[in-house]
């Protein structure tokens, strides 16, 4: 007999995601936090956020309680050194998620859903110099297929990614509020 308590459908049965993988974060590291990159510096994983163990298959960013205020991931670049969310595999190989906009502007993500098994992360991102509302951003969605050698088995990293051009040390900010990271 078909039992509904417990999943059981005779020779069959149902089950949820696996609760060994699942994971869910709320970050608040404030507005304008710095990151220094050294000059001649390409994509340095420059602060990890949040890691991931293996097996994960799919992770989500967006917003996080509605309560707790506006959510927003801002990088505002300058003097050559830019900034950008990158997930890295065990081998510091970084998957970029967006792109890094222009130097010297303000950008924002919306949203991030990583498909590790189907290899491919769509972002909304948008650009825009005014307050987090939406009305003075232009929002697109944007797709960023998983890099060649990535290693999607291993155990990840989800982390800010800084790259400088310029021979000397450089610096950017990011603002990361109400910002939700779920996985399994």
Same mark, same amino acid.
């Given at each position: 007999?078909?039992?509904?308590?417990?999943?059981? &459908?005779?020779?069959?049965?149902?089950?949820?995601?696996?609760?060994?993988?699942?994971?869910?974060? &709320?970050?608040?590291?404030?507005?304008?936090?710095?990151?220094?990159?050294?000059?001649?510096?390409?994509?340095? =994983?420059?602060?990890?956020?949040?890691?991931?163990?293996?097996?994960?298959?799919?992770?989500?960013?967006?917003?996080? =309680?509605?309560?707790?205020?506006?959510?927003?991931?801002?990088?505002?670049?300058?003097?050559?050194?830019?900034?950008?969310?990158?997930?890295?595999?065990?081998?510091?190989?970084?998957?970029?998620?967006?792109?890094?906009?222009?130097?010297?502007?303000?950008?924002?993500?919306?949203?991030?859903?990583?498909?590790?098994?189907?290899?491919?992360?769509?972002?909304?991102?948008?650009?825009?110099?005014?307050?987090?509302?939406?009305?003075?951003?232009?929002?697109?969605?944007?797709?960023?297929?998983?890099?060649?050698?990535? =290693?999607?088995?291993?155990?990840?990293? &989800?982390?800010?990614?800084?790259? =400088?051009?310029?021979?000397?040390?450089?610096?950017?900010?990011?603002?990361?509020?109400?910002?939700?990271?779920?996985? &399994?």
């Amino acid at each position: 007999m078909p039992s509904v308590d417990f999943f059981s &459908l005779g020779n069959s049965s149902l089950s949820g995601p696996s609760s060994g993988k699942y994971k869910a974060v &709320l970050l608040n590291i404030g507005a304008g936090k710095t990151v220094i990159v050294p000059g001649q510096t390409t994509n340095m =994983n420059a602060e990890n956020l949040v890691d991931f163990e293996a097996g994960t298959k799919l992770i989500s960013i967006g917003i996080g =309680n509605v309560a707790g205020g506006p959510w927003q991931m801002t990088s505002f670049n300058s003097s050559n050194t830019y900034m950008r969310f990158a997930l890295f595999d065990s081998a510091g190989l970084p998957w970029f998620l967006h792109d890094i906009g222009a130097l010297q502007s303000a950008y924002s993500v919306g949203c991030i859903t990583i498909d590790l098994t189907g290899g491919v992360a769509t972002t909304v991102q948008s650009s825009g110099s005014s307050a987090f509302d939406g009305a003075s951003y232009t929002w697109r969605g944007i797709f960023y297929n998983k890099p060649t050698n990535f =290693n999607v088995n291993g155990p990840l990293k &989800l982390g800010v990614c800084g790259t =400088n051009v310029n021979q000397n040390s450089g610096n950017s900010q990011y603002t990361i509020i109400n910002m939700r990271v779920v996985s &399994l």
